[in-house]
């Protein structure tokens, strides 16, 4: 069963959340503090957790980048008493499944973490790799990185690749690539990056992961071109209209792998 972490300064409005999450029947933690739930999260997995914006020492949006080095595959929404758009548009930057506005309706509440327990099975149907029965039916390219900073984008890739026997990290930026690549027990054999991005733009982004895993295999997607595809990028394609478009790349990407050496 997934463990849901709340973190909210206001006790008051904690132990709500706290409540209507277990009369649902979930595990859930409080934390009163941007530390207190980094502390909790090195002691035991959360795989869903809703984060307060507004907090001290540690702001929300402060907690939020921590998390995201440290357990980048961590879902999360944030919550917030400011309707600024600006702020939202960030938080969803970040990587945010959704941003709950306060005061918080419940009934709402709860079908933001129906979504989120639903994101997190389809990441762990997507971590398990299937040995193929024949070498045949073996992929090339065993571990993929998915960094794509559009959550509806992110979601389409994964649906579409899951479906490939891929294992598939997908995060939103730059930053949660990076960390993803470097707390992996196993190297990425290729990575597709699918801008726009928050913190780093694509290209510095591919010489950053190629910087850490030189063999890797770099696909780009969504622009009609680079500056240097030939050699950085292995594949490059316009954005794509249809999970078609998604599967061709897949491909390609796959035939880079086979046919280009690894540098």
């Known amino acids: 069963m997934a463990r849901i972490l709340i973190v909210e300064d206001n006790k008051v ?20 503090s941007g530390a207190q739930a980094l502390e909790l999260l090195a002691k035991h997995n959360h795989e869903v957790v809703f984060t307060d914006i507004f ?11 921590k ?25 969803m930057e970040m990587g945010a499944l959704a941003y709950v506005h306060k005061p918080v309706d419940v009934e709402e509440f709860q079908k933001v973490l129906k979504r989120a327990l639903r994101r997190v099975e ?5 971590k398990a790799f299937k040995t193929p029965s024949t070498e045949a039916e073996r992929p090339t390219i065993e571990r993929l990185l998915l960094v794509a900073g559009d959550e509806v984008v992110r979601q389409t890739v994964i649906a579409t690749l899951t479906a490939k026997n891929m294992e598939i990290t997908a995060v939103a ?23 726009p991005l928050a913190v780093l733009e694509a290209e510095e ?18 622009v009609q071109k680079t500056e240097a595809p030939s050699m950085r990028f292995h594949v490059v394609a316009p954005s794509f209209q ?22």
């Not at 998390?67 to 938080?91: N, Q, W, Y």
């Open 205 to 222: 982004l591919g010489a950053q992961l190629m910087r850490l895993e030189p063999r890797l295999r770099l696909g780009l997607l969504g």
């Open 13 to 32: 409005i904690g132990d709500l959340l706290t409540l209507a999450i277990e009369c649902m029947g979930y595990d859930v933690t409080l934390a009163t």
């Open 173 to 195: 930026d730059g930053l949660a690539a990076i960390a993803a690549m470097l707390m992996s027990p196993q190297p990425f054999s290729a990575a597709v990056i699918i801008p």
């Open 122 to 126: 389809r990441q762990q149907s997507g």
């Open 55 to 65: 907090m001290e020492p540690m702001s929300g949006l402060d907690f939020i980048d």
């Open 242 to 263: 249809k999970c078609e478009d998604v599967e061709n790349i897949f491909r390609e990407l796959v035939q880079a792998v086979t046919v280009r050496p690894a540098a």
């Open 67 to 91: 998390m995201k080095v440290l357990h980048p595959r961590t879902v999360f929404a944030v919550m917030s008493g400011d309707i600024d758009p600006d702020l939202e548009d960030r938080c």
